[in-house]
Each structure stands twice: as C-alpha cells, then as structure tokens.
C-alpha cells in the first residue's frame, strides 16, 4: 500500500513526502498481526466462555498500536526534515504581478484630430505613425515667420547698403570740410597780417603828411614873402617863380601824404574786412565739417538699424525653428514598440496640448513580488526563481531576481504610514521584488503575457 503525506508551510506552499520515503520507513516496521477472536452467540455465552486470556496476548494490540506511532512520527520527522529543508532554501509568495512599460501617447500642440491611424490591441513598431492632426494653422504660421525673414532680410541690406553710402559721404564732405577750415584759418592768418601790415603803413603815410604839410607851410611863407619883394620890384620875377613852383610843389606832396594816408586807412579797413571775412569762412567750414561729423552720426545710426534687423532675422529663424517643431508635432508616433490599448481619440475630434489620445504597451516586462519583510533575509539579487501566471497555470516560467526595492509599497503609497500618532499596530511588511523572466522561457508567449496578470513567485535561496 503507497502512502502519501502532504503538509502546509508556514507560507501558504505545500510539502509532499515522497511515496519512496514511506516505503523505505514501512519495510522497517514489523506488522504483528492479531489474533482472530470468535464471540458466542449471547444465550451460549456462559457455556461457551473461552478460558482465560494469558497476559502476553493481551499486549499484542499494544504492539500494533505502538508500531503504527512508530511509522507515523518516522514519516513526521522524514516530513519535517524535508519540509525544514524546503523552506530554508525556497521563498514563495502569490502576491505577485506582471509589470511593464505603458507609454503614454498624448498631443504636444492643440488640433484637429486627421487621422487615427490604429486600432485597439493592434501591434505597432517605434516611430509608426499613429494619429495626425490638421496641418493648415501650423503650415500658415512657418509661411509667416518665413515671410517676416524675408522683410528683416531686406531691412538688413537696405541698413547696409545706407551705412556704406554714409560712410562714403561722410569720409569725403569731412575731408572737405576741414579742407575748408583750414583753408578758413590760413586766410584769417593772411588777413590778420594784411592788417597788421595796414596798420603799419598809417603812422607813415601820416607822418608823411606832416612832412609834406611843414613843407607846404615853408613854402608858402617863402611865396607870400617873395610876392611882397616882388610887389615892391625887390626881386626878380623868376624868383617869384620859382618861390611859387615850390609853393605848388609843396602842395602836390601834402596832398599825395594825404592820399597815402587814406589809401592806408582803406587798406588797413580792407584787411579788415578780409579776417572778418575769413572768419565768416571758418564758422562756414567748421558747420560742414559738424554736419559731415553728424553724417558719421547718421551712419552709426545706419548701423544700429543694421543690428537690429539682424536681431530681428535672428529671432524670426529661431520662431521659423520653433514653428516647423510645432508642425512636425501634428505627426503623433509610437514612443516604443507595443501594442495599442485605451484608445480614446476620434478624427474630428478637438484635442488640447496633454490630451491623452492612447497608451502603447511595451514588449518588455517582469514579474513584481511582494515578499513579506521576513521573507528577505537571505534573498540576494541574481537568484534564480519560478514564476507561475493564472493565465497560464501550466507552464512554469523561470527568471531571476534583479533587485529588491529601496522601500515597503506603504511608503510609495498616497498616505504612507505615520507611527509617530500614537495608534501604532506592527504589520508585516511587503516588499517589491523585481523578478526578470528568461527569454527562453516565454518564447511563445511573449505576445499573450500581459501587465497586471497575477502571478506566483517561487525563489531558490543560495
């Protein structure tokens, strides 16, 4: 007869005992088998009553009895070795569940919806196409900012060309203004001298004058005296003559000084007028030469024009950049590859900058456990495990640990707990454990298993 004897762990996993076990534990036990024991029937018992029984059959049932104890505590103990055996090397819990990559796919600009070009569960590949949006408003608006390059392109030229003219015309009318103002200054300095000398030519023509009028005086003594001697026959008449002569001589002096001091007088006022007028002339030159400085103003601002349709260029290329971004927007793909689910988005409909549109499923995925905290003591990463989907109960997936998580799911919950209020109830803690499955254990199947599945964990301890 094979026997089997099953027992619970402290974890919810159950034990067997090998029917080998108990065969091996049972051809050690002696069976001693009782004695068939006939009973009257109850009229003949008084004379039929068999005679006394000896002592030693009695303890033959005691026999059997103890016997059977002892083949059940054998197997108890078989069972409890093994079973302290299982759970040293073996962790398992059923709080446990399929994880993955779920992309969200949602519009990055607001429009039109043109076309949704996917369905539900439909296999996608990274960068396919998925929904595209009305491209009129965005194409209108990288047709503007290329149009308003082209208006700051031609302020720019235009800027450029005006700053070479200006500078051309400013070079030349300032060299001929300071042409001008020194030209100005070399006449004052001629005037000026033309006056000084003027000047100096009065004192002398004057005294000239003085001169010739002392002569005209003497000689017209001389005359007037000679008239008398004459008049009175002293003298000849060539004397009077000649007295007379130079009487007229002396006066053609006096009055050629006096012509001399006049034509001095004008010089002097003509040179004169000459400095004012060269000064007239350097006031002329010097405003040229201030409005062809201003014409090198007006080039600065020529230039300052410049700059600021560059800038003005520049900005309108990084709107130009900004624009085309927003219209390559309006083509919405497949952040990953996957599978479509919850997709929500309809053409014609009307969606805003965040809307979500759908999710892609990725293809890779693992297997969440949540090992109780007492579960982890010598649970290390790169341990092996079995994994065990509801969806697939029988087939044993293997994998193995790649890490345990920094914290207890409580504290990533909403309200994580706070032990400090004073009503503190110990809990055991669960921990995730994120368990990788091996490639070749879920070929063929790596298009059925699906996030959220629930799963049971088996982990081998080292």
Do not use: C
């Not at 004459?230 to 009487?247: H, M, P, S, V």
């Not at 012509?259 to 002097?268: E, R």
């Not at 350097?282 to 600021?308: D, F, H, P």
């Amino acid at each position: 007869m094979e026997m089997t004897i099953m027992g619970t762990s402290l974890n919810g996993k159950q034990a067997v005992v090998e029917p080998e076990a108990i065969k091996e534990l049972a051809a050690e036990v002696v069976v001693v088998k009782a004695p068939e024991i006939q009973i009257a029937p109850p009229e003949k018992q008084e004379e039929a009553a068999p005679p006394p029984e000896k002592p030693k059959a009695k303890r033959k049932p005691k026999g059997l009895i103890l016997a059977v104890l002892g083949v059940g505590a054998l197997a108890s103990g078989v069972f409890g070795y093994r079973y302290w055996q299982y759970a040293s090397s073996h962790q398992t819990t059923d709080n446990a569940t399929v994880a993955g990559h779920i992309y969200q796919v949602s519009a990055k600009v607001p429009g039109t919806v043109d076309a949704v070009l996917v369905d539900d569960n439909q296999l996608v590949q990274k960068g396919q196409l998925l929904v595209k949006l009305d491209p009129q408003d965005y194409q209108n608006k990288v047709q503007q900012v290329q149009a308003s390059i082209q208006a700051a392109k031609s302020q720019a030229d235009a800027a450029q060309e005006n700053i070479n003219l200006a500078a051309q015309n400013s070079q030349a009318q300032n060299t001929q203004a300071q042409g001008s103002v020194n030209s100005a200054i070399a006449a004052i300095a001629s005037a000026q001298a033309a006056v000084n000398e003027a000047q100096a030519g009065i004192p002398a023509a004057q005294a000239e004058v003085a001169q010739a009028q002392a002569n005209l005086q003497k000689a017209q003594v001389d005359y007037n005296r000679y008239q008398s001697l004459f008049n009175q026959g002293a003298i000849a008449r060539q004397q009077l003559d000649t007295a007379k002569a130079a009487y007229e001589v002396a006066r053609a002096q006096t009055k050629a000084a006096q012509q001399g001091v006049a034509q001095a007088q004008a010089k002097l006022a003509q040179a004169r007028e000459g400095v004012t007028t060269a000064q007239a002339n350097l006031a002329e030159s010097r405003g040229k030469l201030q409005q062809a400085t201003a014409t090198g103003v007006q080039t600065n601002v020529n230039r300052s024009q410049y700059q600021a349709a560059k800038a003005a260029i520049a900005q309108s290329e990084a709107s130009l950049k900004d624009a085309q971004l927003q219209l390559s927007y309006i083509k919405i793909t497949a952040p990953s590859s996957g599978r479509i689910g919850r997709k929500s988005v309809e053409v014609g409909q009307r969606v805003q900058s965040g809307t979500p549109l759908m999710a892609v499923v990725g293809n890779e995925y693992w297997v969440v456990a949540n090992f109780k905290e007492t579960q982890l003591e010598n649970m290390q990463p790169n341990e092996e495990a079995e994994v065990k989907l509801d969806a697939f109960p029988h087939h044993t997936f293997t994998g193995r640990v790649e890490s345990i998580s920094p914290a207890s799911g409580a504290q990533f919950a909403l309200l994580p707990p706070d032990n400090a209020t004073g009503n503190f109830t110990k809990i055991v803690q669960r921990v995730p454990v994120k368990i990788v499955l091996d490639a070749q254990s879920i070929k063929g199947y790596e298009s059925r298993i699906t996030p959220g599945m629930s799963a049971e964990v088996e982990v081998t301890i080292k």
